[in-house]
């Protein structure tokens, strides 16, 4: 038995040792396996040990405990953020060691007699259950709010960058176009100053649910900071991307407090036809753009070429 207890703790310390290799999501599930394998084999290998050998009270106790590592098993399962097919399938093993065990002691499986002990055991099931998609569910809050910016709903500059790379990278692998909008409300601070941030923060969120509502589902609207806003135009062109901010104007920004319409002004750049290595660079082309089109007087975009797109009154 100190042999096992020794075997076990050489698992345990093996599965948690902090390898430096990255481990794939099949690796991980396999380590959870066996990790969760230990307590039930300890237990059937002890039923064999234990089996025809007289036992003090102390040691009869002992053994009673035992049987109680197919629970501890499904207890542990509460540890994890599992999902519940998950933690399902995780507990089968847990349930087939202990009726495993109770033919090994020779008992006959009885509803009598065991339902109470299994009955326990699905309860714990559940619990791990519950508390494994609690903690899915707070991981994936945690991760909505670190990825997408609370006031206006579009990424936040940290994950839209992540996606910039991605799409860009693609883009290069099948030499595909893409293209992103810089906008710049025009005259924001005056908002500010003048009816104080709430009515900033209003003039935003109307800016990014009339961006929103206007880009096509593969685009993705990115906050870039204060009141600039990073439109990704997935598999776009340059002249795609004229089209896409002209119906964007057209459709209206939104109003200011004094009722006014909403203007911005725009940078655009394309990966092809600026020639953009990264996407760091696609980006630098159109901010750069849309502070030409600040100093030509605003309310205007900017594309490759330099093709200005001078907007008049919205539509919307």
Not at 267 to 295: C, F, H, I, S
């Amino acid at each position: 038995m100190t042999l096992m207890r020794f075997a076990s703790s050489l698992v345990f310390v093996t599965l948690a040792w902090p390898w430096n290799t990255t481990k794939s999501r099949l690796q991980a599930d396999l380590m959870l396996v066996a990790m969760l394998l230990v307590p039930p084999v300890f237990y059937l290998i002890s039923i064999r040990i234990i089996s025809g050998l007289q036992l003090d009270p102390f040691a009869m106790l002992a053994t009673k405990l035992y049987a109680l590592m197919p629970n501890i098993v499904l207890a542990g399962l509460a540890i994890f953020p599992l999902t519940a097919l998950e933690v399902l399938l995780f507990a089968i093993p847990a349930f087939a060691f202990a009726i495993v065990g109770y033919g090994m002691n020779g008992e006959t499986l009885s509803l009598v007699q065991h339902g109470p002990e299994l009955w326990l055991m699905v309860l714990v099931m559940g619990v791990a259950m519950f508390s494994g998609m609690s903690q899915l569910h707070y991981m994936a809050a945690l991760v909505n709010r670190a990825m997408i910016d609370p006031l206006t709903g579009a990424y936040t500059r940290r994950s839209g960058g992540e996606t910039l790379d991605l799409l860009f990278r693609l883009a290069a692998l099948q030499n595909a176009p893409m293209a992103v909008a810089f906008f710049d409300l025009d005259k924001f601070k005056s908002i500010n100053d003048t009816y104080g941030h709430d009515e900033g923060d209003r003039a935003l969120k109307g800016l990014a649910e009339r961006l929103k509502s206007g880009l096509r589902k593969g685009d993705v609207l990115v906050r870039w900071g204060g009141e600039e806003f990073v439109a990704i135009l997935n598999n776009t062109d340059a002249e795609g991307a004229r089209i896409v901010v002209q119906r964007l104007r057209d459709a209206g920004f939104g109003l200011r407090p004094d009722g006014s319409p909403l203007t911005a002004s725009i940078g655009v750049a394309e990966r092809t036809a600026d020639n953009a290595k990264d996407w760091p660079e696609l980006v630098e082309a159109a901010d750069q753009r849309m502070y030409q089109a600040k100093r030509g007087g605003r309310d205007r975009a900017i594309l490759p070429g330099d093709v200005t797109l001078v907007f008049g009154p919205p539509i919307g």
